[in-house]
């Protein structure tokens, strides 16, 4: 059983960054697609960034939602099994509760090319709030 457990979230002022991170365990799979999504009160949740990490074809690929391109870097470390999302240049938009989430079914391209939507993904953490004022 995967665990997801997300930190970092905070208040900030738009032009300001934040970096979120999300600690990992119960690994049973040699792939996973990791991804953050955001969800915003009244909107549906979205997805943000993925990566697909593990061994075989598209390791490493990424995927970033247009509205946060140049603007945020997800990224891991193996060897904390910790996912990040650096968020720079943020924006009053980017207000939510931001979700980590993982599923060892998807490929790379579902993953990174296609970008599955969150109904995809098996494993959630819990959220860290994100608030960015003007």
């Known amino acids: 059983q995967v665990q997801l457990v997300e930190s970092g979230g905070g208040s900030v002022q738009a032009g300001g960054s934040l970096r979120l991170s999300c600690a990992a365990s119960?690994?049973?799979?040699?792939?996973?697609?990791m991804a953050w999504f955001r969800q915003a009160p009244g909107k549906e949740r979205e997805g943000v960034a993925a990566?697909?990490?593990?061994?075989?074809?598209?390791?490493?690929?990424?995927y970033y939602a247009d509205s946060v391109k140049g603007r945020f870097t997800i990224s891991q470390d193996n060897a904390k099994n910790t996912l990040y999302l650096q968020m720079n240049s943020l924006k009053p938009g980017d207000t939510g509760m931001y979700y980590c989430a993982a599923d060892s079914r998807l490929t790379f391209y579902q993953c990174t090319v296609v970008a599955a939507n969150a109904g995809y993904f098996h494993y959630w953490g819990q959220g860290t709030q994100v608030t960015v004022s003007s």
């Open positions: 119960g690994y049973t799979y040699k792939s996973y697609c």
């Open positions: 990566i697909y990490t593990g061994v075989g074809t598209g390791v490493g690929s990424t």
